[in-house]
């Protein structure tokens, strides 16, 4: 469905699932926001393509207007363009802003500035307008992780995915010679479950790998191809 082989993700589906938006990336312009036709193989409309990055592209519950965020003006700033003509286009964010969401009534726009929520209200009938900007809450030293975060149905609550610095950093093991274990045991899946690998050099660690007893001898297979 995407335009081109250029690397694409972060899709938003239009209210009316004609149209999929989503973030293509390519070495000439950093990251664009392309929307293609579903059932229209060729037809696609450019949101948003400029030498600046262009990220988060939510459409509104109407399908007439598209929420993203943009680094044009040296920091990430929220932007609202029309759709699918993208002649009008509105600046909602002041101070900094992005991953916009649109409330479920498309009533309000959310977006984060730094790890502070902040709310516009606005109107999507004819011209796109905004209200007031309001800061909802703050979550103190936590960072909204990249895009994992919603508005609920109601409008009135949030979900989200938030990285706090404060916790400290997993641990990363390592499996040498996967490809060799594997073999051995593929020989004998009944030792598989619960396995633990261990190897000791200037320290010790253990990587589990018992996901590998749910494979079958075919999987293994396939694993060491």
């Known amino acids: 469905l995407t335009p081109s082989a250029d690397e694409s993700f972060l899709p938003s589906w239009s209210p009316d699932g004609a149209w999929l938006l989503s973030e293509t990336e390519h070495p000439e312009r950093r990251a664009d926001l392309i929307a293609v036709r579903v059932d229209s193989v060729g037809r696609r409309v450019a949101v948003a393509e400029t030498p600046a990055v262009e990220h988060s592209g939510r459409f509104s519950p109407d399908g007439r207007w598209v929420a993203y965020h943009s680094n ?8 609202v363009v029309s759709f699918p003509a993208t002649d009008v286009r509105r600046q909602v ?3 900094g802003g992005r991953f916009p969401r649109w409330s479920r009534t498309g009533g309000e726009l959310f977006y984060w500035r730094d790890s502070t929520l902040i709310a516009a209200r606005v109107t999507t009938a004819g011209d796109f307008q905004h209200g007031q900007l309001t800061p909802l809450f703050t979550m103190g030293d936590a960072d909204p992780a990249y895009e994992r975060w919603d508005v609920a149905a109601d409008g009135r609550r949030f979900l989200i995915a938030g990285h706090n610095p404060a916790t400290p950093a997993r641990e ?6 996967w490809n060799a274990t594997l073999t051995a045991f593929s020989r004998e899946p009944s030792l598989l479950p619960g396995l633990w690998i261990s190897q000791r050099s200037t320290s010790t660690f253990a990587t589990n790998i018992t996901a590998a007893a749910r494979s079958s001898n075919a999987r293994l297979q396939r694993c060491r191809q």
Request: proline letters at 0%; zero cysteines; a negative charge.
């Open 93 to 95: 964010s002041t101070d």
């Open 172 to 177: 990363i093991h390592v499996v040498l010679n």
């Open 72 to 79: 044009e003006s040296g920091r990430d700033e929220v932007y």
